[in-house]
């Protein structure tokens, strides 16, 4: 590359990273200045943000919204990743339909499904339960498309078919080949799914408002039509923390690929024993 | 969990068909099946027969009610609105993801913005809303201080909270998921071509008109693709933003699926929400086309 190229490019480089870091950081750097500004000419404050935990409602919706993202995480790890490894060992031929399943709620949009969900979860509300947890059965749709590419990459990084066969020539059981030959080994990808489900979760709104439940975003819309600086302070705190959970799903992504070998069958199958 | 008994020998020869092994195998993938049949097919299914049957039998009715002029209106609006912050959303992520991918691949800025990007591109929603209303609503962060410079964006109207609003506001998660689907597509290209291409004589335009160019074409039109079909479905940044009437097609759903507004019509909802699913489909059958194409080259 000739060096007038290369200066070209450098200049390009910094003119862009410039313009849209101000495009993206203006305004969130403008929602906290609006939640620390006091009535009138007063003095900046927090109390907007102090506000926040003297809230009932923020504090049960950010509650609950804590939980279902829990929930939603563990759920789906315990649907999806027996499924993708049992599907990749004994049924290739359901590969393609649970991969058309899995990426299918990219098609149908939230706004439809909720149509479809009203009938469901009015039945659901009058025989099981009318909780907000249940919101969980369809999160855990909702973060199928996501979740599967993740854990997706992670089973394609590991041999899957030597490992299983290697413990299964060992004498482990299926349960013990999937917890504790094929999961240790795919650990980042597990967390990398668990993050991405939370940072869905946590941003969820379109369901919840339909159906009439009041998760975190639900709750920032409510109050916000009567403090704006309060729900506006919550906005700004969430979006703070999905962007270091990503943050930190980035440095795991990358420095914990690790690759696993035969020796690391029998290890697993010693532990196993041993537990 | 009888299977899990067998020895090893067994697994290796599997019958080709029939027999008791191969279908206890199937029961492993039942949970994962009827859990998606429950709460994705099973709605999806409701949405298409509410659509198409009413209190007596199959009708056409609710699909014949699309004509009316304010759903036919919130649609073209949908419609001009998709294909806007599609199209801005596209050449502005395409460029960003450029300026990413020419520095270092393992760098802590294109972590960062990698990372930015996920959250951007997913957390819109009232977050985002409130994020405008507070930089240029009418008591914005910038507003106020071009107002004390003279400068009053909103002389010709509030403009924020309509459609052209709405344009710049999705194009603030549109541009992050083209940086998301783009990049790869750009780590493919090779700089060898470049040299190949100075090689044989050409130049800067040449690359990018012969060679870079006709490559990425097929990613920089799928990714305007999903950006489309990301805006034509989203429903939250517009419902925080826009309190009052139904401008968009996800904002005539809601509006016709709850009754407070006195329009509770199940059988008209679920036939927009069939428009609207059979728009997005079309839309991403497209853009899986074109991603295959992508991958046949950029590896």
Sequence with gaps: ?275 | MTVAAKPLVETARRPVRGGRRFSLDWLGAVPFLAYVGLFLLLPTTIVVAGSLVGPDGLTLSNLAAMNKPFIIGAFVNSLVLSAASAIIGAILGAVLAYAVVTGNPNGVLRRLVTSACGVLAQFGGVTLAFAFIATIGGAGFITLWLVQHGIDIYARGIWLYELSGLVLVYTYFQIPLMVLVFLPALDGIRPQWREATESLGGGTWHYWRYVAGPLLAPAFFGGMLLLFANSFSAYATAAALISQGSIVASLLIANTLTSEVGLHQPGLASALALVMVVIVAVVMVLYTQLQSRTSKWLQ
């Excluded at chain 1, 339960?129 to 590419?149: G, H």
């Excluded at chain 1, 980042?188 to 946590?202: G, M, R």
Aim: proline share 4%.
């Design chain 1, 1 to 275: 590359m000739s060096r007038n190229r290369r200066l070209k490019l450098q200049v390009f480089r910094v003119v862009v990273f410039l313009v849209f870091g101000a495009f993206f950081l203006v305004p969130i750097g403008a929602m906290f200045e609006f939640s620390t500004r006091g009535n009138g000419d007063a003095p900046r404050t927090l109390v907007a943000w102090q506000t926040i935990f003297q809230t009932p409602d923020l504090v049960a919706a950010i509650l609950a919204s804590l939980v279902l993202a829990v929930i939603t995480s563990v759920a789906m790890l315990l649907l999806l990743v027996p499924t993708m490894i049992w599907v990749r060992l004994r049924l290739p031929r359901l590969n393609r339909v649970v991969e058309f399943l899995c990426l299918l709620p990219l098609t149908i949009p939230a706004i439809v499904l909720v149509a479809g969900l009203a009938p469901e979860y009015r039945w659901l509300s009058i025989n099981i339960s009318e909780s907000i947890f249940t919101l969980a059965f369809v999160y855990l749709v909702l973060v199928l498309p996501y979740t599967y590419r993740t854990l997706h990459t992670g089973l394609a990084a590991i041999d899957v078919k030597t490992l299983s066969e290697a413990a299964r020539s060992l004498g482990a059981g299926w349960p013990t080949v999937m917890g504790r030959i094929i999961v240790p080994n795919m650990w980042s990808a597990l967390l990398n799914a668990c993050l991405l489900s939370v940072a869905v979760v946590l941003g969820e709104f379109t369901i919840a408002n339909l159906l009439n439940y009041e998760n975190l975003q639900v709750a920032i819309f409510l109050v916000g039509k009567a403090n704006a600086g309060v729900s506006i302070a919550v906005a700004v705190a969430s979006l703070t923390f999905a962007f270091f959970l990503l943050v930190i799903l980035s440095f795991f992504g990358r420095s914990r690929a690790r690759v696993a070998r035969l020796e690391d069958v029998a290890q697993g199958l010693v532990v196993g024993q041993r537990a």
